[in-house]
């Protein structure tokens, strides 16, 4: 089976819709695939951030005024362009609440979105062997690996506690981004840097997904996310020793 007939297949593959023989043959393939996996993953987060979401009750206060503005126009038919005024902005207070509500779920999706692809892309690693496609922890090996690879240069060194064992060009968020390995006692630590294309992003934040931790930061123009299974303490002490040390 090939990456387009399991496309195809995907979302029934997700439900568990597919016979036994199918969906034994889609599985061997994404198992085998880093893409169709990705894939999988994301749909997954969509279906899980759909259900995170859930229903937004009508405002009280929005059901009052209908019910005013109704009954003020059955007292008085002939007020027609009153009753359009005033129904046009309660229309308008409509809207305006769907727009806020379109935000807040797109943001809710995109957040989803992003902590899914960065699990499937550390899962993916962990799981194929191939954490890395430099394995050196020193700098002036493995900042000039990335070169001809990526259109930006990752700041790659060892940190106290947090030895670089390599690097790796990984695709995440859509783009190609460096991946750069490190290990903290038995913990592998895997930070994902790529250009920063927001400016709200300065500060660092923290998540879970799937029981791993997952760190967001930036360092001038590169943005830094940091995932593993160590705890969110451990892991901030990474994070501020790569914050502290820019690339010279």
């Given at each position: 089976m090939n990456?387009?007939?399991?496309?195809?297949l995907l979302e029934a593959?997700?439900?568990?819709?597919l016979?036994p023989?199918?969906r034994a043959?889609?599985?061997?393939?994404?198992k085998?695939?880093a893409?169709?996996t990705r894939d999988?993953?994301q749909?997954?987060?969509?279906?899980?951030?759909i259900?995170?979401?859930g229903?937004?009750p009508?405002p009280?206060s929005?059901?009052?005024?209908?019910?005013k503005a109704?009954?003020a126009?059955?007292?008085a038919p002939?007020?027609?362009?009153g009753?359009?005024?005033?129904?046009?902005?309660h229309i308008g207070v409509?809207?305006?609440g769907?727009?806020i509500t379109?935000a807040?779920?797109g943001?809710t999706?995109?957040?989803?979105?992003e902590?899914?692809d960065l699990v499937?892309a550390?899962?993916?690693?962990?799981?194929?062997?191939?954490?890395?496609?430099?394995?050196?922890?020193?700098?002036?090996t493995?900042?000039p690996?990335f070169a001809?690879?990526?259109d930006?240069?990752?700041?790659?060194r060892?940190?106290?506690?947090?030895?670089l064992?390599?690097?790796?060009?990984?695709?995440?968020?859509?783009r190609n981004?460096?991946?750069?390995?490190?290990?903290?006692?038995?913990?592998?630590?895997d930070?994902?840097?790529?250009?920063s294309t927001?400016f709200n992003?300065?500060?660092?934040?923290?998540?879970t997904r799937?029981g791993y931790?997952?760190l967001?930061?930036?360092?001038g123009d590169?943005?830094?996310r940091?995932i593993?299974?160590?705890?969110?303490?451990e892991?901030e002490a990474?994070?501020?020793q790569l914050?502290?040390k820019?690339?010279?």
């Amino acid at each position: 089976m090939n990456c387009e007939e399991t496309q195809e297949l995907l979302e029934a593959f997700h439900d568990g819709e597919l016979t036994p023989e199918t969906r034994a043959m889609v599985a061997a393939h994404v198992k085998a695939c880093a893409n169709c996996t990705r894939d999988l993953a994301q749909l997954g987060a969509l279906r899980d951030a759909i259900k995170s979401v859930g229903r937004f009750p009508v405002p009280e206060s929005l059901r009052d005024n209908i019910a005013k503005a109704t009954a003020a126009e059955r007292r008085a038919p002939w007020r027609r362009f009153g009753f359009g005024a005033l129904a046009a902005s309660h229309i308008g207070v409509a809207l305006a609440g769907g727009l806020i509500t379109y935000a807040v779920m797109g943001e809710t999706f995109s957040r989803a979105f992003e902590a899914q692809d960065l699990v499937a892309a550390h899962v993916r690693a962990l799981m194929s062997g191939a954490l890395t496609q430099v394995a050196s922890s020193d700098t002036h090996t493995v900042r000039p690996w990335f070169a001809g690879k990526l259109d930006f240069a990752p700041d790659a060194r060892s940190f106290e506690g947090f030895p670089l064992v390599g690097a790796r060009v990984d695709y995440v968020g859509g783009r190609n981004v460096a991946a750069l390995v490190y290990t903290h006692q038995k913990h592998v630590i895997d930070v994902f840097v790529s250009p920063s294309t927001s400016f709200n992003d300065t500060g660092l934040t923290r998540s879970t997904r799937n029981g791993y931790t997952i760190l967001s930061w930036r360092v001038g123009d590169l943005r830094y996310r940091a995932i593993s299974d160590l705890n969110a303490q451990e892991l901030e002490a990474l994070a501020h020793q790569l914050d502290a040390k820019p690339a010279q």
